[in-house]
Structures are given as C-alpha cells and as structure tokens.
C-alpha cells in the first residue's frame, strides 16, 4: 500500500523546497478546494439525491458514513488531476503550484476518508464482535 504511492510522488515532478508558498497560491487553493470540497460534496449530495429520489436504494450494510467516506476518498484524484494540470498549465511554474495542490488535497482526502471507513465494515463488525 505504501510503494504506489511513493512512486508517484517521487514521479510526480513537483520541487518541494517552496511547497508552504505554493500552498496560498491562487491555482493551488483553487485545486486544493475542488479536492477537498467538490468531489466529496458532489459524490455524497449525489448519493443522497439518487436514494431520495427513490433512482438507487442504500446497499445492505453500507450507512452515509460510508457513502461519506467513499467521497472524501474521491477527493484523492491524483492521477486525472496531475494529468489535467498538465493539459491546463503550460507555465511551468503555475504547473508546480497546481501539483502542489493536487499533492496536498490528495493527501489530506485520503486521511479523512481513512478516518471515516476505518470503524466500519466486516473488519470492524469481526473485532466488536471479538470483544
């Protein structure tokens, strides 16, 4: 679980040594809000929407925390989001400031959406369970 990662960060072409000055940079914020907001609000106002509208019902088992969770795991985008900063960015310098966005978005989604799946599931059931 841990050597992907790595690989794309070491592959990801982004100088670290003005990472915190990117970070209040207008493409980086932009970036770092459509991660960390967009895409978790987008997956789960969706999912709320399709199940109150009666268009999907719940899986058996999975609650709005795990809904929840999964789109706080959306937010992680790393892969699309470097590709599209590629397409968008031709400066090389604005194109630094966007993967230091996307780096700092991805990480910070995966925590939180790690946070939230973590106490759920047939794991978490098996442990209750075994106390």
Do not use: Q
């Not at 990117?22 to 199940?51: D, N, Q, R």
């Not at 590709?83 to 978005?105: E, N, Q, W």
């Amino acid at each position: 679980f841990a050597i992907l990662p790595l690989f794309a960060l070491a592959n990801a072409g982004v100088a670290l040594d003005h990472s915190l000055s990117a970070l209040a940079h207008p493409v980086s914020l932009g970036v770092i809000m459509g991660l960390l907001i967009g895409k978790p609000l987008g997956i789960t106002l969706f999912a709320w929407l399709a199940v109150r509208s009666g268009l999907a019902a719940m899986p058996t088992g999975v609650t709005w925390r795990g809904i929840c969770g999964a789109g706080w795991l959306g937010g992680i985008g790393f892969t699309m989001s470097l590709f599209i900063a590629g397409l968008a960015f031709g400066d090389i310098p604005l194109l630094s400031v966007a993967k230091v966005g996307i780096l700092s978005a991805s990480l910070i989604a995966g925590v939180v959406g790690w946070t939230l799946l973590r106490g759920i599931g047939p794991a978490a059931e098996k442990a209750t369970a075994g106390e």
